[in-house]
């Protein structure tokens, strides 16, 4: 029996922790239950950690499919075998273990597969692209399930064919190169430590970076010379040790956030003249105007990408 619950509060779903209420969240626990509530057209939106998400605080007139029970993986030799639903930093562990190289960036992303491959995530030099062999997707106009290689996901900087053509990652595989324990936790270690150093851990609640890196720069470099470190809207603030990262300092709210990001957006444009592409997703209702400040930040992204 599938868990669906009705009037359903996401907040504790999200990094950020903060969120209304979705009209319905449904939680399938294998790949067949996935495709069988796709296929209802009841559901507006599959998610997995939802960790680069901001929701609403708004309730959300919005059904919601959570894939976080869907987590078996499986380590094969050197292939590994995961669900969409599995976490990183699980199967960078596991993986260690076995001495097998390749999945030590992962160790601090606390993502799932299925939205790391949908980005291509990457961190330290490494990509999910590096190791990745195929994935299985569901091709949600046709209804059916296609397996993609390297070569047909199209990788690019946090962009693949999977988030050009909507499709909804099922399971994937990997082929991790032989290593030694000592060394992965090593470089697994120096990953956490620089993270520590230069991000927010989610003691201080957030959703990663806030901006894409412009083409041949980086979006915190361009924050940082705006002098926007430290700046506050509501509860939300930008860290003090990267400019782009927003935490959740003191109870903020969705709208908190999204105006400290139209500050950003816009401070980088007047400045620079570059529009800087959010990383993070909003999900909420269409009739709000928090919605009508968030397509202000994407609505040229958008236009270029037509």
Avoid at 87 to 96: M, Q
Avoid at 124 to 153: G, P, R
Avoid at 240 to 265: P, T
């Amino acid at each position: 029996m599938i868990k669906i619950y009705t009037d359903y509060e996401v907040k504790k779903h999200s990094t950020f922790k903060i969120g209304a209420r979705v009209k319905k969240a449904a939680f399938p626990e294998t790949i067949g239950e996935l495709i069988e509530l796709i296929n209802s057209n009841e559901y507006d939106l599959v998610l997995g950690n939802c960790s680069n998400v901001l929701f609403s605080s708004q309730d959300i007139d919005k059904n919601i499919i959570f894939t976080e029970k869907i987590n078996k993986y499986n380590i094969d030799g050197h292939k590994v075998y995961v669900s969409c639903g599995t976490k990183g930093p699980i199967a960078a562990s596991e993986c260690a273990k076995r001495n097998l190289s390749g999945f030590e960036f992962l160790i601090g992303f606390p993502g799932s597969f299925g939205a790391m491959i949908y980005m291509n995530a990457s961190a330290h030099n490494q990509s999910v692209s590096d190791c990745f062999i195929c994935a299985n997707v569901y091709d949600t106009e046709n209804k059916k399930i296609i397996n993609i290689n390297k070569e047909q996901m199209q990788f690019k900087y946090r962009n693949s064919i999977v988030q050009e053509k909507g499709y909804i990652v099922l399971d994937a595989e990997f082929l991790l190169k032989e290593g030694n324990e000592k060394t992965i936790k090593e470089i697994m270690q120096r990953n956490i430590e620089f993270r520590k150093n230069r991000q927010p851990s989610l003691t201080f609640p957030n959703a990663g970076s806030v901006f894409k890196n412009p083409d041949n720069d980086s979006a915190g470099r361009l924050l940082d010379l705006c002098n926007l470190k430290g700046e506050t809207y509501g509860g939300a603030m930008i860290f003090q040790n990267h400019a782009n990262f927003i935490i959740n300092k003191n109870n903020a709210s969705s709208s908190d956030v999204l105006n400290l990001m139209y500050i950003m957006y816009s401070k980088v444009k007047e400045k620079y003249r570059i529009e800087l592409v959010p990383e993070i997703k909003y999900i909420g209702s269409e009739k709000t105007q928090e919605y009508k400040l968030w397509k202000k930040i994407t609505e040229n992204t958008e236009m270029m990408q037509k």
